[in-house]
Each structure stands twice: as structure tokens, then as C-alpha cells.
């Protein structure tokens, strides 16, 4: 077990290198410092001084693989992928272009982001399995045809319609919540309970369906069939049998998407003010702020290959027949 | 003169258009693939979504073929470029307005200083200039008038279907050899091969709406006007082909990527399957949006930097449009990969394959002869379940300035730009809903339509229903 998780760390390795390397040739190849500079300093302010001065201060005026000036090691690390992408593996993220430390703005946003994604995924989980079981308890009647078509019509819904509609309807006709905002501590709850009803809406229609169709996988097995033939109630065995099995690949799923709650959620992040990870990195693309840009980037591959690790270990718990080597 | 533009989607357009006919006229001659398809159109739910999507796709792709009306002409008009849809909502197009209006209004929707004949002025909600234009006493004749032409929109509707059906019914008797009248009975009871049927009444309901729209934009702003007066409906009419795009383009752009190495991968195995899995567990490692955002920000820093590279404002919007399609294409392409990995895998441990191979047949021989007819209902399969998530990914992506040029139309923008009517007051609530309705419609019979034809194509799904 202990020997698997190591390889699977080491594996990570590779992955993360190879993201660096695309994030860097998409960033410094692509586009040479000097065009990003260029746009940056807009069509009036370019000068070739003023151009060297912003690289300068970003750190960006190095060579970009191999530095001919330098003597020894040097040659390798007074480089802007050594400088810019190698320090990401030590998760130091460098300054912002306003000058702040990256890593402290995202140890400091990441809060509100979680304030809003972890209610989100276990109320949206309660509500998702609690409709799926009733469509699956009432399989092959008008509640399950209807249940689904509406899921489906839920499904089809524009996810900006849910946030739009709900700030229309709950802020501004029935002046229930602020329309947007965030305050830390418990006074933040306010501003939050809109974007999690909204967020778990949203989430309904695709959750639902999808809940149904492993419920529905589990009830045609041969157990339950045995369970039906030795008489068990409908009920007992949807909750003892189908319920518990169908719990595997659900909270496999949920344990995947575990670490990318720190991500945040751009759209609803943005349109209720919260000042998460998600805001972040929209107003980092605004700003055209590469360096969080590429931070973000690289955080969440760290943490989608967490998640990746975690699921395969989380079989073990939930599973006993699956044995990691 | 007018002459035809070639814009670079339009291309990529046109070539999806005989990819599906070429595909159409593969699969009628294949039972494997034709069974299916039958399944998918004798579902009612399947034939009525895959009539509401083909308004859809008429309409993108009268929007897809474009000409400069005025080719010799050299001054700055020559350089805009129109498409057959503008062509046909011309009165949509060129009636501009000042400013907001309500749907189908008489009225501006904010009050201006009006200079009466008298000389003096009075602070009161001025005429449109094209909305109910033809009414003299907008007050009194409003509403008959209104009535008056939705009859006549209406009737015209019932009449288009009247003919269509009547040529259906007639092709259909001519080709199941019955008369006429037998073959009208058939229907009207319910066919039981093809619900001909519910097929009408979809077509009816599509008809009646299109026709009344149409009879009724020439006298009004249906849908009102937006910020610069410009007509939503048309707007919104416009935004079908950059939805359409978005979907079909980006899957086309992956696909040869996608079955290449998916088969690739799970055929050779060894290190070409290292190679390949180290590289798409790579690219879905990154975050999709922030690759999208990375992405379009460098294209955005090379276009600024070589401007002189497009002829025109269209040309680029082109573009970008086009690259985001690519840049979809490669968040999106993996998922695919590792399905047709999987399969392929499966499939070359299979005897008729290990006879193959024993028989000395090329490796090219066997994945074109029998591993790719194998994966096909799969790649069919994520073709239709992915478009309606791209449609719905646009609208986010314009929302957040990584999606298309903010000159194009497309539905995202037009949310986009409704957020602050939504805060105006009284709001302005048109533009939102009319991209919304058609987002919602063209999304759900997408959603309805994959559902039926993963329904047809998935055997494993089908022996548990």
C-alpha cells in the first residue's frame, strides 16, 4: 500500500514536469517577453527602455533555457524556466504584477472558496442521492419518466441563468440576501447561502440523472434479485443493498473532485463578489496577470493528481475486493 | 457583383456537411450502423429533437455562406461582408433603432425630449422609427393590429406545413407503394416504424412559431431592441451559428487527434501506450478553463502584435473563433482518447484480430479494416453527448472574456452584456431571455436527441431498460 502510494508520487513527477514545460512554452515561446510587454505597456507607451524595465521588474529579461553568461550551474538556473517554472515544484509562486506574494494571496483566498464549495458538494450530495433513490424506488412509473425529463430540462439550463435568476428573484425583488459581497467570519453567512442554493440548483439535473442510472445499474444485479426472492421488502432493499453498493463508484466521484474544491468556482465566485480562488484567477486573465495565471495552472494539476491518488486509495476503504500493488 | 467569401469556418463548415453525408451514405449500407439510427428516428422523443435541431441547423448554415454585395465597389462599405441569413432578415438588420425597446413596442423605452410641431417640447417616450411604424394611432390600432398580423403569421405557418406534409405523405405512399389516403391513415393512427405523427406536429409547432416570428419582425421589434437599437431576435438568430460552431467544430477539430492515438494506444501497447497515456494524463491534469484562459491570452497577445495578418474585424473575429474551437478541442480530446484506448485494447486481444495478425496482415490493415468500424458507435456516442456541454461552456467562456471575439455574436456575449440591463431600472429583461430561450431549446433537444441515440448505440444500456 505504502510502497504503491510512493510510486504513484513518483509518477506525479513526470506529469507535473511535462504541465511545466507546456505552460512554459505556452507562456515564453509562443510569445516572446517582449510581445507580452508590448501588449502590456499598451500601443503609446512602447519604448524600447520601457520595455526593458518591465521585464525587468518581472524577471523576465533572463534567456529563456540557457544562460551563455554564466559560469557552472548558473548556465542552467539564472533562466527564466528555471526561475519561473522549476520554483513552482517548490510551490514558490513569486509576485503578482501588483507586487504581492502569490502563495499568501491564495493561502489567504482559499477560505472563501471552501466557505462556498464544501457546503455546496455535501448539500447538493444529500439532496442529488435523496432524488435519485425516490426516482429509483418509483423505477418505470410516471414519477421516474417525468423525474428524468425534468432533470433533463434542469440539465439544459444555462448555469449563468440559475446565478442571474436567483440574484434577480432573491436579492432584488425580495431584498432577502445583499446581491453580493463577503465579510469574514460568521457575518459571512449572509453573503454565502444564495451562491450554495444556487451552486446545488444548478447541480441538480446532471447529479440526479446520473445517481439514477447507478442506482439502477445495482438494482438489476443477481443480489438483489436474490434479496427480491427471499422476500425482503422493496424498501430494505434499496437502502441495505442497493443504496450501499451504489455508494462505491458516488463517493469514488466525490473523491476525486475533493482537492479541486480549493479551485473555487469562477463564474459564481465572480458574479457574487466572493473573494475566492475563482475570483482570483478571473481578475488574474483580466488583469492579463501571467504569474497567477501559471501558479493556478500548476496548482491544479498538483491537485488533480491528488485527487487522482486519492480515488485509487479510497477503493481500498470502500471496496475490499480491490487490493492496490 | 456580389461575390462569395470563404471565411475559414465556413470551410471547416462545409466540410462537416460532407463528412455527414459521406457518413449517411456509409451507414445506410451498414445494418451494424443503420439499426441504430432507425431506433433513434422511431423514438418519438428522437424525432421530434432531431426536427427542432434542424431549424437550427438551417439557419447556421444559411449564416455560414457569406458575400461581399458590392465586390467592385472600393470604398469602406465593400469591405462588410453579409451571409444568406442576413440576406433574408434584411429589414431585421438594417432597422436600427435609437436605443432600448420593449418586445414588440410602439414606443422607445426611455423617455427623450420630443420637439412638437408647435415649437415646444415635451419630455414623453418618443415613436420608433421602424416598430409599428405602419400604425397611425399606435393607442388605439396596437393591439388589432397585433392580433392581425399573428393570425396572418399563423395561417401562413399552417400553410408551409400543409404543403410539406402533403409532399411527405405523397413521397412516403409512392414509396411503400399504398394510395394516398391509406397511407394518411397510417399516420394519423400512429405509424409503427416511424412516428410520422408527433414528426408533423413538431414540425407544425416549429413552422407556426418561425412563420408568426417572421410575419410579425416585418412590422415590429418581436424580441425588442438592445443598447444601440440593434434588433435582439436577429441577434439571437445570428448567435445560433457561433453555438453550432462551438459544438460540432470543436469535436471535429479533436476527433482525428482522439482516434489516432486512442487506437494507437490500445493497439501497439508498450511504450507507444506510455507515451500517449503520459500525454493526454498530462493535458488533463491542467485545468480546463485555465488552459482556455492561458491559451486565449497569448492568442490574443499575437494577434495584437501582428495585426496586419487579417484583412478584416470578421476575419479575425474568424479566427479567434476557430481557435477556441481548437483550444476546446484539446481540453476535450482526452476523454475521448481513453474510451477508444480502452476499446481498442479490448478489441485487439479478439481471435479475428489475433487471426489477422497471424495471416501477416499489416498493422494499418487491421486498425482500418477492424478496429475503427468497431469504435465508431463510440465516437458517435461522444460526439452527441459533448455538444450540448460546449454550447453551454461558450456562453461561460464569452462571460469571462476567454470565449469569442467580443464582436461576434454569440449568446455568451449577449448575456454578458445584459448583466448591467438587469441592474437598469425599470430592467431590461429581453436580451437575457432571448438568449437563454434559444440556448435552452437548441440545448435540450441536444440533450434529448444524444440521450435517444446513446440509447441506440449502447447495446450494454439497452439489455438493462
Known amino acids: 500500500m505504502i510502497a504503491y502510494i510512493i510510486r504513484r508520487l513518483l509518477y506525479a513527477i513526470p506529469i507535473l514536469l511535462g504541465v511545466n514545460i507546456f505552460t512554459f512554452s505556452l507562456f515564453f515561446v509562443v510569445n516572446s517577453p517582449d510581445d507580452m510587454a508590448r501588449m502590456h505597456l499598451g500601443d503609446k507607451h512602447v519604448t524600447p527602455e520601457a520595455i526593458e524595465s518591465w521585464k525587468a521588474d518581472r524577471g523576465y529579461e533572463k534567456p529563456l533555457l540557457v544562460n551563455a553568461g554564466q559560469q557552472g550551474m548558473a548556465r542552467f538556473t539564472d533562466t527564466i524556466f528555471f526561475q519561473k517554472s522549476v520554483n513552482l515544484f517548490i510551490f514558490n509562486f513569486g509576485q503578482s504584477d501588483s507586487g504581492r506574494d502569490i502563495l499568501y494571496d491564495i493561502s489567504q483566498r482559499m477560505w472563501p472558496s471552501l466557505a462556498i464549495a464544501i457546503p455546496v458538494l455535501l448539500v447538493g450530495l444529500l439532496v442529488n442521492i435523496t432524488f435519485a433513490l425516490l426516482i429509483a424506488f418509483f423505477r418505470a412509473t410516471y414519477i421516474d419518466i417525468w423525474g428524468v425529463v425534468l432533470c433533463v430540462i434542469m440539465m439544459s439550463i444555462s448555469g449563468l441563468f440559475y446565478i442571474i435568476g436567483g440574484q434577480f428573484v432573491a436579492s432584488k425583488l425580495l431584498h432577502l440576501v445583499p446581491i453580493s459581497g463577503y465579510e469574514t467570519g460568521f457575518a459571512a453567512i449572509k453573503f454565502l447561502i444564495l451562491p450554495v442554493i444556487i451552486g446545488v440548483i444548478g447541480g441538480i439535473g446532471a447529479g440526479t440523472r446520473w445517481y439514477r442510472t447507478l442506482f439502477l445499474e445495482e438494482i438489476n444485479k443477481d443480489y438483489v434479485r436474490t434479496a427480491r426472492a427471499k422476500g425482503l421488502a422493496e424498501q430494505i432493499i434499496l437502502f441495505r443493498h442497493v443504496f450501499k453498493n451504489a455508494l462505491i463508484p458516488i463517493l469514488t466521484g466525490v473523491v476525486v473532485i475533493l482537492p479541486l474544491l480549493f479551485m473555487g468556482s469562477l463564474i459564481t465566485e465572480s458574479f457574487f463578489g466572493i473573494p475566492g480562488l475563482g475570483s482570483y484567477t478571473i481578475d488574474a486573465i483580466n488583469n492579463q496577470d501571467f504569474a497567477i495565471v501559471r501558479a493556478m495552472v500548476f496548482l491544479g494539476s498538483v491537485l488533480y493528481i491528488t485527487g487522482l491518488i486519492l480515488t485509487d486509495i479510497s477503493y481500498t476503504f470502500v471496496d475490499p475486493r480491490v487490493r492496490l500493488s | ?465
Not at chain 2, 411527405?168 to 410520422?196: E, K
Not at chain 2, 495585426?307 to 476575419?315: C, G, H, R, T
Not at chain 2, 465508431?376 to 461552456?393: E, K, N, W
Request: include cysteine; glycine fraction near 6%; aromatic fraction near 10%.
Open chain 2, 1 to 465: 457583383m456580389p461575390e462569395l467569401v470563404f471565411l475559414w469556418t465556413d470551410i471547416l463548415v462545409f466540410l462537416l456537411v460532407a463528412l455527414v453525408t459521406v457518413f449517411i451514405l456509409y451507414a445506410r449500407k451498414r445494418p451494424h450502423l443503420s439499426r441504430p439510427w432507425r431506433m433513434v428516428f422511431s423514438s418519438r422523443i428522437g424525432i421530434s429533437s432531431v426536427i427542432v435541431l434542424l431549424f437550427y441547423v438551417v439557419v447556421g448554415l444559411m449564416d455560414s455562406v457569406h458575400y461581399r454585395p458590392d465586390a467592385d465597389a472600393s470604398d469602406e462599405k465593400s469591405v462588410e461582408m453579409l451571409s444568406l441569413l442576413d440576406f433574408a432578415l434584411s429589414d431585421m438588420r438594417l432597422q436600427q433603432e435609437k436605443t432600448y425597446s420593449a418586445p414588440l413596442a410602439t414606443h422607445l423605452y426611455t423617455k427623450e425630449n420630443i420637439e412638437q410641431p408647435d415649437g415646444t417640447t415635451i419630455r414623453d417616450y418618443p415613436r420608433l422609427k421602424y416598430g409599428g411604424a405602419h400604425l397611425d394611432d399606435p393607442v388605439n390600432d396596437y393591439s388589432r393590429d397585433l392580433f392581425k398580423q399573428t393570425i396572418t403569421g399563423v395561417s401562413i405557418g399552417i400553410v408551409i406545413w400543409a404543403v410539406v406534409a402533403v409532399i411527405l405523405v405523397a413521397i412516403l405512399s409512392l414509396n411503400n407503394h399504398q394510395s394516398f389516403n391509406d397511407q394518411l391513415r397510417i399516420i394519423m393512427h400512429g405509424d409503427p416504424v416511424i412516428p410520422w405523427r408527433t414528426a408533423l406536429w413538431t414540425l407544425l409547432a416549429m413552422l407556426v412559431l418561425l412563420a408568426t416570428l417572421y410575419n410579425l419582425s416585418q412590422y415590429y421589434h418581436v424580441l425588442g431592441t438592445d443598447k444601440v437599437g440593434e434588433d435582439v431576435l436577429y441577434q439571437a438568430l445570428k448567435s445560433i451559428r457561433t453555438g453550432l460552431l462551438i459544438g460540432t467544430l470543436t469535436t471535429l477539430v479533436m476527433l482525428p487527434a482522439a482516434i489516432l492515438l486512442g487506437i494507437m494506444a490500445g493497439y501497439f501497447k508498450g511504450w507507444v501506450d506510455d507515451l500517449i497515456q503520459y500525454t493526454y494524463t498530462t493535458l488533463n491534469s491542467i485545468p480546463g478553463v485555465l488552459l482556455i484562459a492561458a491559451a486565449i491570452l497569448m492568442m490574443q497577445i499575437y494577434m495584437s502584435n501582428h495585426e496586419a495578418d487579417f484583412a478584416s474585424l470578421v476575419e479575425r473575429a474568424d479566427m479567434r473563433l476557430l481557435f477556441l474551437c481548437m483550444i476546446l478541442g484539446v481540453t476535450s480530446w482526452t476523454g475521448l482518447c481513453r474510451l477508444l484506448r480502452g476499446e481498442a485494447l479490448k478489441l485487439s486481444e479478439l481471435d479475428y484480430v489475433q487471426a489477422s495478425t497471424a495471416f501477416g496482415v499489416g498493422h494499418f490493415t487491421i486498425i482500418l479494416k477492424h478496429i475503427l468500424p468497431n469504435v465508431v458507435h463510440i465516437v458517435l456516442i461522444t460526439v452527441v453527448l459533448d455538444f450540448s456541454g460546449l454550447v453551454l461552456a461558450e456562453a461561460v467562456l464569452s462571460y469571462v472574456n476567454i470565449g469569442v471575439d467580443p464582436s461576434t455574436n454569440s449568446w455568451g456575449n449577449m448575456i454578458n452584456s445584459a448583466r448591467l440591463e438587469m441592474a437598469r431600472e425599470p430592467i431590461v429583461w429581453w436580451s437575457l431571455t432571448a438568449s437563454l430561450f434559444f440556448m435552452f431549446t437548441l440545448v435540450l433537444a441536444a440533450n434529448l436527441f444524444s440521450d435517444v441515440v446513446r440509447d441506440a448505440f449502447d447495446p450494454r444500456l439497452r439489455s438493462q431498460s
